[in-house]
């Protein structure tokens, strides 16, 4: 379990922790939503800190850079590359392929402007909880990515393949259990019934994600649970906001 966990800090953030696994990090990715419990605590701590100098948009601004600076922009990358995907013509081999490419086109660019630009919008309505705001928004970002990794199928073999074969079976059954239970104690514990809000905004943006991934490219990649991740974030905000 130490292997998976230290593996899962390693895949979720840039906390140098020493050499993993990949497998045994997906074998152990029910943890994640614990992972992101930590990003939420940490960012949470230095967003307390900024909107105590900085006005509340500048704030949001470098609060979210801090979120970057934490988790690394892997995720982001497939934020982007996603929507390169989403907006090429094709064949879903084809779109699979421009999601591939190291080059930036429109689709990405716009969708990665849009998902941000909202977050950062969000956060200054959560001033005063804003610590709270972000481990519940982590935890449902974490979640989603294991909620997609159960219940996707995937599309080609690459860094998503081991955590969707993970998530079968009984095995996996029994390790999506756990991230639930996980979960939830998270977001009680941090913000009472109001918690699960968010976390079940999370299932729903994985779900719609999940569903367009599989009628474009035929099923999930790295870059599509990248993009859960980071769409699931501005989500759960959002509908935190919506029951604050």
């Known amino acids: 379990m130490l292997e998976g966990l230290k593996g899962s ?6 906390i140098p922790v020493g050499g993993v696994r990949l497998k045994a990090t997906a074998e152990h ?11 939420g605590l940490a ?11 900085f006005p509340s948009g500048v704030a949001s601004v470098l609060t ?30 084809e779109k699979i392929e421009i999601m591939r490419d190291k080059d930036l086109g429109a689709g990405g660019m716009v969708l ?23 481990i519940v928004s982590e935890v449902s970002a974490k979640f989603s990515m294991v909620f997609g990794s159960r219940f996707g199928k995937s599309a080609s073999e690459g860094l998503n393949s081991d955590f969707l074969e993970a998530m079968e079976g009984s095995s996996g059954n029994c390790r999506f259990v756990i991230a639930i239970l996980i979960s939830i104690a998270l977001v009680l514990l941090t913000l009472g019934l109001r918690g ?6 999370g299932v729903v943006v994985a779900s719609l994600l999940i569903s367009a991934a599989r009628s ?18 501005m989500g759960a905000l959002l509908s935190l906001k919506l029951v604050m």
Not at 30 to 38: I, M, T
Not at 112 to 134: D, H, R
Not at 196 to 201: D, N, Q, T
């Open 9 to 14: 800090f390693s895949f979720l953030t840039t």
């Open 29 to 39: 990715m029910y943890l994640f939503p614990l992972v992101g419990g930590f990003i």
């Open 43 to 53: 960012a949470g701590a230095v967003a307390l800190v900024l909107f105590h100098f």
């Open 64 to 93: 979210v850079g801090a979120i970057f600076a934490i988790t690394g922009l892997h995720h982001t990358d497939g934020l982007l590359d996603f929507g390169d995907g989403l907006m090429a013509f094709g064949s879903p081999e």
């Open 112 to 134: 990665g402007l849009l998902v941000i630009l909202a977050t950062v919008s969000l956060i200054p309505s959560f001033e005063f909880i804003v610590l709270k705001a972000l």
């Open 196 to 201: 699960l809000v968010p976390l079940i905004a």
């Open 216 to 233: 474009h490219f035929g099923g999930v990649t790295g870059d599509v649970l990248g993009t859960v991740n980071e769409v699931t974030r």
